[in-house]
């Protein structure tokens, strides 16, 4: 049975830093395109941060030069490190995991920024 299990959310203040981490079970991530999407509280979906199984990297313009997506293969895990964070990077952040012909979502983890 293939499990994403996001960690790593929880409250922090404005400039902060936090590190979540998709743990993966049953696949293996180096062949899959991974994403890292959010959704605030009334608010569509948003796609943060990409990294391509060959290890391109992109990012939408809100959070470019302060997050970063890397992998650990040796951990089968994606992680999305953020750094000085405000208060409308404020979601529910979730990790996916595509590839052709197969699609993987964790459960989420919730991110506040506030003070």
């Known amino acids: 049975q293939v499990q994403l299990v996001e960690s790593g959310g929880g409250l922090v203040q404005p400039g902060g830093s936090l590190r979540l981490s998709c743990a993966a079970s049953?696949?293996?991530?180096?062949?899959?395109?991974m994403y890292w999407y959010r959704q605030a509280l009334g608010k569509q979906r948003e796609l943060v941060a990409t990294?391509?199984?060959?290890?391109?990297?992109n990012y939408a313009d809100s959070v470019k030069g302060r997050f970063t997506i890397s992998r650990d293969n040796a951990k089968n895990t994606v992680d999305l490190q953020m750094n000085s964070l405000k208060p409308e990077d404020t979601a529910a952040y979730s990790c996916?995991?595509?590839?052709?012909?197969?699609?993987?979502w964790g459960q989420g983890t919730q991110v506040t920024v506030s003070s």
């Open positions: 996916n995991a595509k590839r052709i012909g197969s699609e993987h």
């Open positions: 049953g696949i293996d991530l180096r062949f899959y395109n």
């Open positions: 990294i391509t199984s060959g290890g391109r990297t």
